[in-house]
């Protein structure tokens, strides 16, 4: 089936459009254009250099939010174009689905939402819209990167009835309880898939996982024992590959015959079919997603929970609630677009609004960045 060519696939010329009406581009589609803003975008470089598992300096071939984004558009664009979905859709919304993500990973989302609780909390794909709706200076006509609504639907995969009150249109899905595009579903299971995989290349290459306990997990030990089956005389880190590489074409496989047999079930036939049904059409069958949740808690016990990456995590929580501690009581150590920034939403919305400024400064910052802020501000060596 041609990209794009499935009758309930997203198609440029009829997106919902921008928040701000601009002229149709005159060489690219209108998703094309998404992409291409998200790619230009500081908050999509500044991905380089924040953690997915392990921080930035623990060594250079571990993934980044950057190179994770690029692989979950790799699986994703992959899929759609099986599907007959719109491929740069689907790609633009995986390249922009972590822009919100706080510096060291879950660890520094977690401590920035304990910060934010009493201010409505934190929670990045609600700050990955931030990004693209009003953080990001560019454009002379508009904040943000004016993105179309299919583009910010596919960022924003949850969200609670109280922020969906408050983000009119595409809020809307989650209090009628509707689904998103397709292209937003697939997005939203590349990810898992990414992470999933790509984690288990990181474990292994930082000795926190061993081999043997992984070969007693399903997925990874039927092609671990078929790599080896096939290339007998096939050793290090080849066998490692090889093995992920086949975990993630069957599970690839399995999503395009799993997600084609839905769709036809369903029989929809428009994109407003799929927003009417009562669960995603994208998805793994029964028995991929038991291996894909058994391989899930496998990693939280044993990679996740380790005892050097909690200690890590442990030490990012620290700085980034020192950090927005010590930023809310003097908004002087900001610098000065932000410190003018805090300054304007504390007299519209009061102490919320400088709170919620300082999180959007913390949020943006890099691993290193946050180690050397913090250094800077309370003259403490290198915690981490």
Known sequence: MAAGAAPWAAQDAISRGRRYREPPPQLRGEFQRDRDRIVHSNAF?????????????????????????????QIGRTIAQALGLHETLTEAICLAHDLGHTPFGHAGQDALNECMWDYGGFEHNLQSLRVVDLLEERYADFPGLNLTFETREGILKHCSANNARLLGELGERFLRRQQPGLEAQLANLADAIAYNNHDVDDGLRSGLVEIDALREVVVFGREYAAVLERYPQLTG?????????RMINRVVVDVVNTSRAQIAAARVRSIDDVRSQESPLISLSEAAYAEHLELKRFLNANLYRHHRVLGMTDKARKVLRELFAGLMRDIDLLPREHRDAAATAESAAGLAGRARAVADYVAGMTDRYAIGEHRRLFSADDPL
Do not use: C, P
């Open 237 to 245: 880190r080849r066998v490692i590959h090889e093995t992920i590489r």
């Open 45 to 73: 470089r500044r991905l380089v250099y924040k953690t997915q598992v392990f921080v930035n300096h623990e060594g250079d071939l571990y993934r980044t939010r950057l190179t994770h984004s690029m692989e979950v558009a």
